[in-house]
């Protein structure tokens, strides 16, 4: 259970059997809990990746119902709270706009409190970027509705959203294609082609591993041909 499967994909449904056996003789052990949300969101990613969409999202909410349970038995494990949000955030495509904002007021909450329990791992500086990244795309529309929710709707900015980019990087240089891909996102939306243009030829060189690393890498490529 220690060897780091996150960027294994062809062995998911093996990893998957083994939890599952383990969590029939623990059901209350967060290690296993968190693994086996981890577990789901690649098998989610791997059936998006082959086209079926049902699949998807019974893996995705299959998932977070076991990162739910891990965060409600060790609220100090990081993982739990990694693996939770990022679940959730997987839910977005299915969920209302109200629902969505709630989320998203969710998802940051667990992803701060990760980072506190764990201000090393890059991936948790990478997802608030991504929620700072959300943020700043807001229409009026949506931010009113937060504000009708919250009073006050979140706010964030691309370049908040860049200094977690660039913290995450800063951790572990290369770690994720994706990482660096909004880099240069976040340099496209700040007009600085020339920093765009670095970081996605950076990121082209990062290899492709799981069907994330496809999606990610088919973006860079379209994105070189606008700057």
């Not at 764990?118 to 009026?140: D, S």
């Not at 509705?145 to 913290?167: C, I, K, R, W």
């Not at 492709?208 to 994105?223: A, C, G, K, M, Y």
Request: proline content about 4%.
């Amino acid at each position: 259970l220690n060897k780091d499967v996150d960027r294994v994909e062809e062995s998911q449904e093996e990893i998957y059997l083994v939890l599952k056996e383990k969590h029939e003789e623990t059901p209350d052990n967060c290690q296993i809990l968190w693994r086996l949300a981890r577990n789901y969101s690649k098998r989610s990613s791997s059936a998006k990746s082959r086209g079926e969409a049902d699949r998807q999202k019974e893996l995705i909410y299959e998932g977070l119902s076991f990162a739910r349970k891990a965060v409600e038995i060790d609220e100090e494990c990081w993982q739990a709270h990694q693996w939770f949000a990022i679940l959730l955030g997987s839910t977005n495509e299915y969920e209302s706009t109200d629902q969505k904002i709630k989320d998203g007021v969710t998802y940051k909450e667990h992803v701060v409190r990760a980072i506190e329990l764990n201000p090393k791992e890059p991936l948790l500086h990478h997802l608030l970027g991504r929620w700072c990244f959300a943020v700043a795309q807001l229409t009026w529309i949506q931010r009113k509705a937060a504000a009708m929710l919250y009073g006050t709707p979140p706010t964030s900015t691309v370049e908040e959203a860049l200094e977690n980019f660039h913290q995450a990087e800063k951790l572990k240089p290369g770690f994720w294609k994706t990482n660096q891909l909004m880099i240069a996102k976040s340099y496209k939306q700040l007009y600085n082609n020339v920093e765009c243009k670095k970081w996605l030829e950076s990121a082209l060189k990062i290899p492709i591993v799981t069907p994330e690393d496809n999606e990610s890498h088919r973006e860079v490529e379209q994105l070189m041909g606008q700057v």
